[in-house]
């Protein structure tokens, strides 16, 4: 079985400044992992995942997370955050199943990121 | 294709009613997933389907919600003899080989 941690239900930020937010898993096997991100009354949207090779991943909206197996974290970063970026944000793990076929996702809490101007 | 469809957006419903909602995936891939989410919390598992088989099923689901995908196309999923506690965000979402999942908008569900 696989939990996910996020280490900040709330995270407040003054536009154009950097973010982080932070996830931790824990797991028995190897994982997939996911940022997704939700605007208020709608599905979640991919932003991000590591599969495979290079620990350093980059997604939509300049979004970047690097995946640290022996610290198992995978920790959400943007360089400069805009008003648009308000939302809240799930990090998720799967077990790596093989191939690119995906199981169940475990999602964290979520970390609410509010933009102020 | 316009990803993956969930109806309705919205049901209000009494207590001790049944519900049922539907899930059409995108079309080529072959796994679907139904999750719920309630506030303030991340989406929680509840069952998957690999074409029309159910594979998993979370120990966490009463045996009130049943899920169906007949014909390894669209999924429904009823909630028998609704209870307040049942009031949340149900998301479906699909994936295939070589694509990640995608997640409908959901379904949210409100009991009186």
């Known amino acids: 079985a696989q939990s996910v941690t996020q280490l900040d239900s709330q995270v407040p930020v003054f536009e154009e400044a950097p973010v982080e937010l932070r996830c931790n898993y824990s797991?028995?096997?190897?994982?997939?992992l996911f940022w997704y991100v939700q605007y208020p009354n709608q599905g979640l949207q991919l932003l991000l995942k590591y599969l495979s090779g290079s620990t350093l991943v980059k997604g939509i909206n300049g979004f970047e997370a690097e995946f640290n197996k022996s610290q198992t974290s995978f920790h959400l970063r943007k360089p400069s955050v805009h008003i648009s970026d308000t939302a809240e944000y799930f990090c998720a793990v799967s077990a790596a199943v093989g191939g690119t076929s995906y199981g169940k996702l475990t999602f964290g809490q979520g970390t609410i990121l509010t933009v102020h101007p | 294709d316009t990803g993956v469809s969930q109806n309705p957006r919205h049901k209000i419903t009494k207590r001790g009613q049944n519900v049922t909602f539907r899930c059409d995936p995108i079309?080529?891939?072959?796994?679907l997933y139904w999750y719920r989410q309630t506030l303030g919390q991340g989406p929680e598992f509840l069952t998957y389907?690999?074409?029309?088989?159910?594979?998993?099923k979370s120990r966490l689901l009463s045996d009130r919600f049943s899920a169906e995908r007949p014909k390894g196309s669209f999924s429904t999923l009823e909630i028998q003899r609704t209870e307040q506690g049942d009031s949340a965000m149900y998301l479906c979402?699909?994936?295939?080989?070589?694509?990640?999942?995608?997640f409908g908008s959901g379904t949210r569900l409100t009991v009186v």
């Open positions: 389907f690999q074409n029309e088989a159910q594979l998993e």
């Open positions: 079309s080529e891939h072959n796994r």
């Open positions: 797991s028995s096997v190897s994982v997939y």
């Open positions: 979402a699909s994936s295939g080989k070589g694509d990640g999942y995608t």
